[in-house]
């Protein structure tokens, strides 16, 4: 069949397969075509890649409702409607200076949830040790855990700017596969610095109230406070140390992001939750993940579309750090 042609060449589609370069966005139809994140190209060559955009389908450590097995393929569904060129307020489009690619998810046998932590970590060790850095579309939110697993392997212990309604640092009696205590182990195993890491937009009580070392800053100060002073306060606690930054989209408010798992009202606006990520630019971040996203409890792809955008505000954020700036515009 024919590629069908207008007055400039042949029409776009299907770009996360059929496009030649990494860098760079070409527009096609966002109610058509292969849907890849932002239609960046489906590859496992990651040669040249900056960054490779992982999804991991994974929901069996879910205390409440499921669903975010479903979350990587929502939020790349969503990111269609905004990958179309310069992201606002950047005014850049950061895949002109990132080459980043879509590496699909990570497979594992549902049947064997005790092995899944093994094999997700085995998975981002093929992805860290190209060169790459990650982003990962979550699943719940267990899956950070062997996510630092593996980046503590090449960077030491992380800083972890963690933004979530809940602390997920419950106590348990050890080795649970659960969403709800992995931090805890984390602090235990040396896997993160807990006290150049941030936990911010919480709004739930404890069963185990312990700090665990963390600057917390609740829900209610960042209402009370600027988008500046945030970031303010996370930039000063992790400093110059490597940091990962971990967004369950519960963080924002029902109202912004009702498709998840364990919603608590009174959260963040996505502005809020924006407008800080923008201004951490000081941060040496390795890695990203966006987890929680349940499409079955959404509406209107709306908690999809936050997840999408947030992924972009912080490709944005790495793609300012190595050099690009907004283009002025034109009359």
């Known amino acids: 069949m024919s590629l069908e042609m207008n007055s400039k060449g042949p029409l776009p589609g299907d770009n996360a397969f059929r496009r030649e370069q990494l860098k760079g966005t070409q527009w096609e139809p966002t109610y058509a075509g292969a849907l890849s994140f932002m239609r960046r190209k489906y590859s496992r060559d990651l040669s040249g890649v900056d960054i490779a955009v992982t999804g991991i389908p994974f929901d069996q450590a879910v205390s ?55 094999r997700l970590e085995d998975h981002a060790t093929e992805i860290i040790s190209s060169g790459a850095e990650m982003i990962s579309l979550g699943g719940d939110h267990y899956v950070t855990y062997p996510l630092l697993k593996a980046h ?81 306060i996370i930039t000063e606690t992790v400093g110059a140390n490597k940091a990962y930054l971990t967004f369950d989209i519960d963080c924002l408010d029902p109202s912004a992001a009702p498709g998840t798992g364990t919603p608590i009202p009174g959260g963040l606006t996505y502005h809020q939750a924006a407008s800080i990520i923008r201004r951490l630019t000081a941060l040496d971040f390795v890695a990203m993940d966006l987890v929680e996203v349940s499409p079955p409890y959404d509406h209107a792809d709306i908690t999809s579309l936050a997840a999408s955008s947030l992924v972009m505000e912080y490709l944005c954020l790495k793609a300012w750090q190595k050099g690009a700036r907004a283009v002025p515009l034109k009359d």
């Open 152 to 232: 503590t392997k090449k960077h030491g212990p992380l800083s972890l700017v963690h933004f979530d309604a809940h602390r997920d640092v419950e106590p348990d009696d050890g080795g649970r596969i659960d969403h709800g205590t992995m931090f805890g182990y984390a602090v235990r195993e040396g896997l993160i610095d807990p006290k150049t890491s941030v936990q911010v937009g919480l709004r739930t009580v404890f069963t185990g109230e312990r700090t665990y070392g963390f600057r917390l800053v609740y829900a209610d100060e960042v209402h009370e406070s600027s988008a500046k002073d945030i970031a303010g």
């Open 64 to 118: 409440h409702r499921s669903g975010t097995r479903l979350g990587p393929e929502g939020i790349r569904k969503a990111s269609a409607e905004n990958a179309w060129g310069p992201f606002w307020p950047w005014n850049f489009d950061p895949f002109d200076t990132l080459a980043v690619v879509d590496y699909g998810d990570c497979f594992f046998d549902w049947g064997r949830k005790e092995d899944f932590p093994q």
